[in-house]
């Protein structure tokens, strides 16, 4: 679709703000540019946590000549142009204000040769006027250069941390959109150093890998879950990758929640993870998660927010559900009514840990000698096995059933064994 202006209908239908607030929203924007043009290869580099310098490099589609002047107008666009667009929006741009909210409050040098176009053109910017343009020799795709950002508006310097804290608020935003995008390969220099690089090969295990370090990334679990009621298939579809119990860390900003492409920030979404991991996981602790939620686009409203980092579901209590259960069905099955092996004790004793826990309680309380007492006899049985045959004799400490067992004596953590029984009372 040509870049053209909203009509005024379109453009008050717009969820209206402001979407540069700092270096990191340019960086985001512009990558979010690249991915709607199609690129595999998005480059990004910065200097002084981007206030000094951003450049955002692609290999997509381009923009062609006659289209350059007006994709720095206010909603201009070439991603929607009627009302059904709107509520089927497949970009993550669709609003046509990034390019005029930078160009205004920057420097802006933009380079471009459209796939159909044998050489390229540039446009300096100042403002909302082109000072400067002509043909460039470019490959296909775009380059564009943000400098000295708020310089024009002094006011609005005062709200930025220091360079290292905007860099750090970029790095956030280049390796969620990595992680969002494993199939695009993405690099960041800092400072003229390279400090993030992905593969782009699709793998989203290799992505978390170059964002979480290899151990963690080979933790991770898969989930993959689809809505169906009645066997018919709903729509909604969840995957991704979910870090096992023992990774957790003391705040949410690792539960990556990425919807139809989009980061997003969600608390009830975020909550239905957390809770998901209810029982298995002490409490004030957070899980790490990549998690992709795809809804058909008519099902969702992503015009609610100016920086369009909230949505909005039509079935959004389908779509807390079933990622609930995706992320429960796969910790359950990550430690599950055990097929155990007697070798490993620990790890034997974290796959119990559905109902023989250490969750919520300090080491100093697992009931750890008494299993390794006698391994190899307590892990003949499953714990549903176990249970059948157990008879009970007591409470230690208001926390553990103690109970006689088929070949020895258990103890069973009565919160967790509670948070079982009614886990599949439900499921
Ligand atoms: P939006 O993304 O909401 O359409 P923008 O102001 O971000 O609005 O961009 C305006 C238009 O400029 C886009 O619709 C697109 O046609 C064009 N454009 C911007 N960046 C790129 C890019 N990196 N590659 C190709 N086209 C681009
Ligand atoms: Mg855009």
């Not at 206010?74 to 089927?88: G, H, P």
Request: with cysteine; glycine share 6%.
């Amino acid at each position: 679709m040509p870049i053209k202006i909203l009509s005024n209908d379109m453009a008050s239908k717009i969820a209206a703000g402001e979407v540069v607030e700092r270096p990191s929203s340019v960086v985001k924007e512009l990558v979010e540019n690249s991915i709607d043009a199609g690129a595999s290869i998005i480059s990004i580099e910065i200097w002084d946590g981007g206030l000094r310098y951003i450049r955002v490099t692609d290999d997509g589609t381009g923009i062609p000549t006659d289209e350059i002047a007006i994709a720095f107008q206010r909603f201009a666009t070439s991603k929607i142009s009627v009302q059904t667009d709107l509520e089927n929006i497949k970009s993550l741009g669709f609003r046509g204000e990034a390019l005029p909210s930078i160009a205004v409050v920057s420097e802006v040098d933009l380079t471009t040769r459209d796939v159909d176009s044998i050489s390229g053109s540039f446009v300096r910017m100042d403002g909302s006027t082109i000072v400067d343009s002509g043909p460039k020799s470019s490959p296909i795709g775009t380059s564009i250069t943000v400098e000295n950002i708020f310089s024009k508006v002094p006011a609005r310097l005062k709200f930025l941390k220091t360079p290292a804290v905007e860099a750090n608020r970029i790095q956030v935003v280049v390796r969620q959109m990595a992680m969002a995008f494993p199939g695009i390969k993405f690099t960041l220099d800092i400072e003229g150093k390279k400090n993030f690089a992905t593969a782009g090969i699709g793998d989203l295990r290799g992505v978390c890998s170059d964002v979480y370090g290899h151990n963690v990334a080979t933790s991770l679990i898969e989930i993959t879950e689809e809505d169906s009621r009645d066997g018919e298939h709903k729509g909604i579809l969840i995957t991704g990758l979910i870090g096992p119990p023992e990774i957790s860390r003391s705040n949410r900003s690792y539960i990556n929640l990425i919807v139809n492409g989009r980061i997003v920030q969600s608390r009830s979404l975020s909550f239905a993870v957390e809770q998901a991991y209810h029982g298995f996981m002490k409490e004030k602790r957070h899980p790490l998660a990549i998690i992709n939620i795809d809804v058909p686009l008519n099902e969702l409203d992503v015009n609610v927010h100016p920086a369009k980092s909230e949505v909005r579901f039509v079935r959004e209590s389908e779509v807390f559900s079933t990622l609930q259960k995706s992320v429960r069905n796969s910790l359950l099955k990550f430690s599950p009514l055990p097929n155990i092996h007697p070798d490993s004790m620990n790890e034997n004793y974290s796959t119990w840990s559905g109902l023989l826990t250490r969750q919520g309680h300090s080491s100093s309380r697992r009931p750890m000698p008494i299993f390794q007492s006698q391994p190899t006899e307590l892990f003949r049985y499953t714990p549903r096995e176990a249970a059948a045959s157990m008879y009970v004799i007591g409470q230690s400490q208001k926390l553990y059933i103690v109970a006689d067992g088929p070949e020895g004596l258990f103890l069973v953590d009565q919160h967790a064994a509670h948070e079982r029984v009614l886990y599949e009372d439900v499921n």
